[in-house]
């Protein structure tokens, strides 16, 4: 049973346009989201997190919307650029424990 | 400087060997995590020590033994593996246990044969 979801498992985006990766949730009890980016061979960076009393953090050209009735969490990346192609995995945690991570979206942004 | 590193990067042993994967965090953080992730899937606990004591075993089979010996360093012994264990195994720190953000290693890629 998938607790979060990443339903697009790839995208391409141009250069320089905008990127929206998507998750979405099935425990109304989590409390807490991130972000996080993968290349191949390296371990997950972090990029970005919100908690559910908010709905929206913004890091330079990364934004995070939180849209708890919905339970749906997306990642806005502006501009997008060649270098942010990399694999990119949401978790999700719950109130108490550890962290459950989606399946992952492969970006792909063209020069 | 959130760096974790991990070595080795690469590990090939065979179903008799034993072996071990070494983390190490000098970020000051009390919170070290075990992950093991499989191609194409994300990254799934296997163990959190907290404060040097083991503090979840995600029902991890015996044949991973994990140790923290100080508060930077992380190690996770392994005995006896299989093959459907070959995999990406990522460590992570954290400031606390499960509440702030886990910074990960780079990840040994595991291969048994």
């Known amino acids: 049973d998938q607790q979060v979801k990443q339903n697009s498992p790839s995208l391409s985006v141009q250069e320089g346009r905008i990127s929206i990766l998507n998750c979405d949730y099935t425990?109304?009890?989590?409390?807490?989201f991130l972000w996080y980016k993968k290349y191949p061979a390296e371990g997950p960076t972090f990029l970005i997190s919100?908690?559910?009393?908010?709905d929206k953090n913004e890091d330079g050209r990364f934004t995070v919307f939180l849209n708890k009735s919905a339970k749906h969490l997306s990642l806005h990346i502006v501009p997008s650029q060649p270098g942010d192609s990399a694999v990119y995995f949401c978790?999700?945690?719950?109130?108490?424990?550890?962290?459950?991570f989606g399946t992952g979206t492969r970006l792909k942004v063209l020069a | 400087d959130t760096e974790v590193t991990q070595t080795p990067k690469h590990l090939v042993m065979g179903m008799t060997n034993k072996k071990s994967l070494k983390c190490e965090q000098h970020?000051?953080?009390?919170?070290m995590y075990w992950y093991k992730q499989k191609a194409k899937k994300p990254p799934e606990l296997m163990f959190v020590?907290?404060?040097?004591?083991?503090?979840i075993n995600e029902s991890v089979p015996s044949r991973f033994s994990p140790e923290c010996p100080n508060s930077s360093l992380l190690n996770l012994h392994l005995h006896a593996l299989q093959p459907e264990d070959s995999a990406l195994y990522l460590c992570?720190?954290?400031?606390?246990?499960?509440?702030?953000?886990?910074?990960f290693g780079p990840g040994t890629r595991l291969l048994v044969l």
């Open positions: 992570a720190s954290s400031s606390r246990q499960l509440q702030e953000t886990q910074y």
């Open positions: 425990n109304s009890m989590f409390d807490y």
């Open positions: 919100i908690s559910s009393i908010k």
């Open positions: 978790a999700a945690r719950p109130e108490t424990y550890k962290y459950i």
């Open positions: 970020m000051g953080h009390r919170a």
């Open positions: 020590y907290s404060y040097e004591k083991l503090s």
